[in-house]
């Protein structure tokens, strides 16, 4: 059973284990689907496809703790029990732009409050503060009660940009994200290789969160396996 929607512990936790399904599109519209599983921690990323082998992802040289991007900012593991919970105050420290960064946008605080909603150990009552910010976002439509691909029913907010609409299902409860779906605004045009064929409203990806809680350990895991390079076509070794 899907967990994203229960109530976890959230004491300190040293992971936060994050398993999804995911659909995408392939040529001429062709669904994709796949599974993943991530172990978030402070310092790491651990993550495994399907059923395959648990990878260890490359650290960062300086050794700093994880970051979650924000509208330009970095919001790192250790600034969550730091960010106010007032909302008005919040909104103010995750729009304000940060010197040397891009400027803040509505999608980029819709997104980046995904983020921290679906992929970050945020405390109870940060969760509902960031939950609050969605429906004051420019472009942001509350869509009502809908259910995800797994039959879940969460609160749905839809933001739309030039040629996309960006749905977020939130368990209203938990504040945990449920799913994210991109669905395409227009017909696509005919002679896109990937999306040609769909019709306006068609689902282009989708991002269904079966569990998101903070764990105490992940699996072991293996480094990456390093990329090796082909020999060109016709070419002969030295």
Do not use: C
């Not at 172990?39 to 650290?59: I, K």
């Not at 970095?74 to 729009?95: C, G, H, N, Q, S």
Request: aromatic share 6%.
């Amino acid at each position: 059973m899907a967990e994203a929607g229960a109530t976890p512990s959230e004491g300190p936790a040293t992971f936060f284990e994050v398993r999804t399904a995911e659909m995408s599109r392939g040529l001429r519209g062709v669904e994709a689907k796949s599974t993943k599983t991530v172990w978030l921690g402070r310092t790491e990323v651990r993550s495994r496809s399907g059923d395959g082998p648990v990878y260890q992802e490359p650290r960062s040289a300086d050794g700093e703790t994880l970051a979650f991007e924000v509208n330009s900012r970095e919001v790192r593991w250790d600034d969550l029990d730091k960010l106010p919970t007032d909302r008005e105050a919040l909104r103010k420290r995750l729009t304000t732009k940060v010197p040397g960064m891009g400027d803040p946008s509505p999608e980029g605080l819709f997104n980046g409050i995904e983020e921290l909603l679906a992929r970050s150990p945020a405390p109870p009552r940060l969760r509902a503060a960031l939950y609050d910010l969605l429906p004051g976002i420019p472009g942001v439509r509350a869509a009502g009660t809908v259910r995800d691909d797994s039959g879940r029913t969460g609160t749905a907010f839809d933001y739309t940009g030039d040629d996309r609409r960006t749905r977020l299902v939130i368990d209203p409860r938990t504040h945990r994200v449920l799913e994210t779906a991109t669905f395409l605004v227009g017909d696509a045009d005919p002679r896109n290789m990937l999306l040609g064929g769909l019709k306006d409203g068609a689902v282009v990806s989708r991002t269904t969160y079966l569990v998101t809680r903070p764990v105490q350990e992940a699996p072991p895991a293996k480094p990456l396996p390093r990329m090796t390079s082909l020999p060109l076509p016709g070419a002969t070794a030295g």
